[in-house]
């Protein structure tokens, strides 16, 4: 489980920020985080297309991975508004967002399509951060684990284990993610991921299943940050507009590093 030996926090900042704006929370976000050895924090900021290339040059890579927030499944083709995958390579993309709330409920992409763009990030050597989760009605028809697994395993097939160890998972429900979100319980949150991460093992194998970093967004806040991250099953956090702000999202990583290792201490310490 060497990947679990770090944690992982992150934000995608949407339709927000301009170049100029990019690059100064960039810098900011760097320089609060300076100290903070990179072998026990994965940081990552996955910002609009427009400021990637700049965004990129403002910062080391070593400090801060940048990501894409979508990507086409070919490398080249009459696509017409997609970003292909070698266009992100140029740019020193290390992940690529797929199948974001967003992504799947307003633009209406299926799970067959996000099985096409991890498959392709994959060949290229990109890190997929799947985004999955279940609606408001899902959850209230009881049906949030069938969707979940169903999430996975159509968005995931194909890729076999090998492949499996440059993945990331995110869990959204969402009914939690947005302006008017609900956040999920601590509670809730944990055995969504335990759900997860029990799929992940049936698909990939003990070895690698356990070992695919699992980060729960949707609402995350500086008030239930510590909370969660004090969840067995959450690896890390993918946040939302509290992570906007340079020394605001600085705040919440401070907060949850000894939280998350003290609970990693403990829990070694039982087996």
């Not at 960039?26 to 300076?34: D, I, K, Q, S």
């Not at 979508?70 to 997609?82: A, C, I, K, R, V």
């Not at 992504?103 to 890190?127: I, P, S």
Request: proline content about 4%; glycine content about 8%.
């Amino acid at each position: 489980m060497a990947r679990l030996d770090k944690i992982y926090l992150g934000t995608n900042t949407k339709m927000y920020k301009t170049i100029a704006d990019t690059v100064d929370y960039l810098m900011g976000l760097n320089a609060f985080t300076a100290e903070v050895p990179r072998s026990r924090l994965e940081l990552f900021v996955i910002p609009s297309f427009t400021t990637l290339d700049a965004a990129r040059r403002c910062i080391p890579a070593v400090k801060i991975s940048l990501g894409a927030q979508n990507m086409g499944w070919e490398d080249e083709g009459q696509f017409t508004g997609e970003i292909s995958p070698l266009m992100l390579k140029e740019v020193g993309v290390k992940i690529v967002e797929i199948g974001h709330s967003e992504r799947r409920h307003v633009l209406g992409e299926t799970d067959l399509q996000e099985n096409k763009k991890v498959l392709c990030a994959l060949r290229h050597g990109f890190t997929p951060l799947l985004c999955i989760g279940e609606t408001a009605e899902q959850k209230e028809l009881g049906v949030s684990d069938e969707i979940l697994c169903m999430q996975l395993k159509i968005g995931l097939h194909g890729v076999i284990p090998e492949q499996a160890k440059n993945l990331w998972v995110a869990y959204e429900p969402v009914w939690a993610i947005g302006v008017n979100g609900v956040p999920a319980t601590k509670e809730y949150a944990d055995e969504k991921h335990a759900v997860i991460r029990q799929t992940l093992v049936e698909l990939f194998g003990y070895e690698v299943g356990s070992d695919i970093p699992i980060l729960y967004g949707g609402s995350v806040n500086r008030d239930n940050a510590e909370e969660l991250i004090q969840m067995p099953n959450i690896d890390g956090l993918f946040i939302g507009r509290s992570a906007w702000n340079a020394a605001s999202f600085s705040e919440i990583i401070q907060a949850v590093m000894p939280l998350f290792f003290a609970r990693k201490k403990s829990f070694k310490s039982l087996i």
